[in-house]
């Protein structure tokens, strides 16, 4: 009863001081231009922020690749590099190619599966968030990271790997990783708006380990393998890599351009289509 | 209040397979209104909720929101939401949730308003995933109230909240109605639809089994409670006519009945004794449950 009476008397606890009062005019619902911008870089501030302070994500992603690389072309095999500069910039087109593989199969898969199950999305659809903004936020978030990444490799490379990368050279390779993770944040994308939270962990690591190990990227591959290799799009974007850094490469740029483009649009429209029916 | 109609479903039919959820249910909304939308577990409240807000699309029907489709950005502009289940990134500070909301309104309050008009400023600069379950609904309903909106829906606000927290939660729901907002809450703590709506909505089986103002829900029941201190034996009460329940609790007999008038007089008559005497209407708590009971 406390509760009842103590209704019937506002000043019984603090009461809010007055406020102004919703827009009452018939544009309520109208946003500026200026706003509904601000509102997307929001979400992709805010998704940014949180996914660098999940250090179990942020670390692994942004550390391992440079690292890596200095492991395998300084530390292990410096010598072998010296003397065989292919084999450096090899080296360094894995890793970098490797770098970018995790945070969209990741970020966007396993962190989208979990949301939805959280009731994240449906909260997100009921707000008036703008539309697109939460993929948007998160595709943003991987680009960021795959900068950040590239930023760290070539660093490595030019002040320890000691290899001789023009700027042109820098700055081609930078693009094209950045633009290279969106096929795999596609690949999260499907997956996650797909499978539950603690399921969608596995098929991402399901199709990520095949895929960074039989697909070239380290290592040559047995002549079986080697013909089932453009199936995966990380053949796909070293081999534009490769020719970024004006070494010789498999098959055509443009090739190569249109089946990670192909598997960017045609896995997001499947997954959008999904979002929107299901949620 | 006003005639405006905010939000409404009209004619809605809305199936989960083989479940119907909603019967052709009809709700308005109006302007400046606190409506209440009460039933038991499975009645069809939440799909009635998330029908208006866009979530879900009925089978049949129409939802409406500030008379255009809910699945529209544009009304949902003016609408704020506190859902029962959801969970935020443990990561992000309470300013930083609040703030991402607050950035989807066209003119909302600054965080620092809305953290101050619900009393959690001095949570923060506190990760999100760091606080308590009632702290956690503190934010998620400064989320809500944070973009200044005109409707306003509530699941289960106050569930797991202290009464302080509570008390200023209903604290600014008052001034929200009293700036002219609407808020349609859902509840199971019928104490709080009771003190705060204007109207009430009592959904069974997916269809409105009755709607009006607290007063009138209550006034569907007839039955009133009497109690009082007397010497007369129970099992004699429980055999006169009306008498529809007799329960002792020491010197106190509690009496159900659906004459009030008539019991209170034999009472008198039998016991000159009679002290305490109190006939009191039933609550909105046992309507509901009569009014339930009697649909079911």
């Excluded at chain 1, 922020?49 to 391992?64: A, C, H, K, Q, T």
């Excluded at chain 1, 500069?85 to 360094?92: A, D, I, P, Y």
């Amino acid at each position: 009863m406390m509760n009842a009476r103590s209704l019937e008397n506002p000043n019984a606890f603090e009461s809010p001081r007055p406020f102004e009062p919703f827009d009452d005019s018939p544009l309520a619902g109208v946003m500026s231009t200026g706003r509904l911008l601000r509102a997307y870089l929001a979400e992709a501030r805010f998704e940014s922020l949180r996914m660098f302070r999940v250090l179990g994500f942020s670390i692994p992603f942004l550390v391992l690749p440079a690292a890596l690389y200095l492991l395998f072309g300084v530390v292990l095999f410096g010598d072998a590099v010296r003397n065989d500069l292919s084999t450096g910039k090899f080296l360094f087109t894995a890793f970098a190619v490797f770098g970018v593989m995790g945070p969209g199969m990741f970020g966007f898969g396993a962190t989208i599966a979990t949301e939805r199950e959280q009731g994240l999305l449906t909260l997100k659809r009921a707000l008036p968030a703008p539309p697109g903004s939460y993929l948007l936020a998160k595709l943003l978030m991987t680009m960021l990271f795959a900068f950040i990444i590239m930023v760290t490799m070539i660093t490595a490379a030019l002040l320890l790997g000691h290899l001789p990368l023009t700027f042109a050279q820098c700055a081609r390779v930078t693009v094209i990783d950045i633009l290279g993770s969106l096929p795999f944040c596609a690949i999260g994308l499907f997956i996650g708006t797909r499978a539950s939270g603690k399921a969608a962990i596995a098929f991402v690591n399901l199709i990520y380990v095949p895929m960074m190990h039989v697909s070239g990227l380290f290592y040559p591959l047995p002549k079986f393998l080697r013909t089932i290799s453009p199936v995966w799009p990380t053949y796909h974007l070293q081999q534009l890599v490769f020719g970024a850094l004006g070494m010789t490469f498999y098959g055509k740029s443009a090739v190569h351009v249109a089946v990670l483009a192909g598997v960017t649009v045609g896995l997001t429209a499947l997954s959008v289509r999904r979002l929107a029916r299901i949620g | 209040m006003s005639n405006e109609i905010w939000a409404e479903l009209s004619g809605v039919q809305k199936r989960f397979g083989k479940i119907v959820a909603l019967d052709g249910l009809d709700l308005q909304v109006r302007r400046g209104e606190l409506f209440s939308v009460l039933g038991p577990n499975g009645a069809g409240k939440s799909t009635a909720v998330s029908l208006m807000l866009g979530l879900l699309r009925p089978d049949s029907g129409a939802a409406r929101l500030f008379g255009k489709s809910p699945l529209l950005v544009e009304p949902r502009r003016q609408v704020g939401v506190m859902m029962q289940e959801v969970t935020l990134a443990p990561e992000l500070r309470v300013r930083e949730h609040v703030a991402l909301v607050a950035s989807y309104y066209p003119r909302p309050f600054t965080p620092e308003e809305a953290m101050a008009l619900t009393n959690i400023s001095p949570l923060a600069a506190r990760p999100y995933g760091k606080l308590s379950a009632g702290q956690k609904r503190q934010v998620q309903f400064t989320m809500a109230v944070c973009g200044r909106p005109k409707l306003l829906f509530l699941d289960e606000p106050s569930v797991g909240l202290d009464v302080r927290a509570r008390e200023t939660m209903w604290a600014t729901l008052r001034q929200l109605i009293r700036n002219g907002s609407s808020i349609v809450l859902t509840t199971h703590y019928l104490e709080e639809a009771e003190s705060l709506s204007n109207r009430v909505a009592v959904l069974n089986k997916g269809r409105l089994i009755a709607l009006g103002s607290v007063n009138e829900i209550r006034a569907l029941v007839v039955r009133k409670y009497i109690s009082c201190s007397t010497a007369l034996a129970a099992d004699q009460i429980a055999a006169w006519p009306h008498v529809e329940s007799v329960t002792r609790d020491q010197q106190r007999l509690e009496i159900s009945t659906s004459n009030s008038e008539a019991v209170v007089r034999r009472l008198l008559a039998a016991d000159s004794n009679l002290q305490e005497l109190e006939v009191r209407r039933a609550g909105l708590a046992e309507a509901f449950t009569e009014l339930t009971q009697e649909a079911a």
